[in-house]
């Protein structure tokens, strides 16, 4: 990470503290985001997940566990041979757990 990156989030951070942001410091944080993302994007970006990543990730991220998954796939024994890439997903499942999740299935495909 640089430092130029780091002072540039230093500074996002103390006008957020400020507590009510004037227009000027709701533009110059747009600006100052938009930096941070484009640096984020070009030096550090995020790996593209797929498949049964993707799905442990979104599980991860939901703050959801295999349980959670029993009504798109019967059982939580089902869910668990998934994560464990002992059972592939049917078109069904693929497109419950898209729908569940608000994405698109083709972001399950590998």
């Not at 757990?97 to 083709?106: Q, R, T, V, Y």
């Amino acid at each position: 990470m640089s430092t130029e990156l780091i002072a540039t989030q230093n500074q996002i951070s103390h006008i957020l503290d400020k507590g009510k942001l004037t227009q000027d410091d709701r533009d110059y944080l747009k600006v100052l985001g938009t930096l941070v993302y484009d640096y984020e994007d070009k030096n550090e970006p995020m790996p593209t997940l797929k498949g049964v990543e993707l799905l442990k990730a979104l599980l991860e991220e939901s703050n959801l566990h295999p349980k959670d998954l029993v009504p798109i796939f019967s059982s939580e024994s089902i869910v668990v041979d998934i994560l464990n890439e002992q059972r592939e997903v049917t078109i069904n499942q693929l497109k419950a757990l898209a729908a569940f999740f608000h994405i698109s299935p083709n972001a399950f495909f590998e």
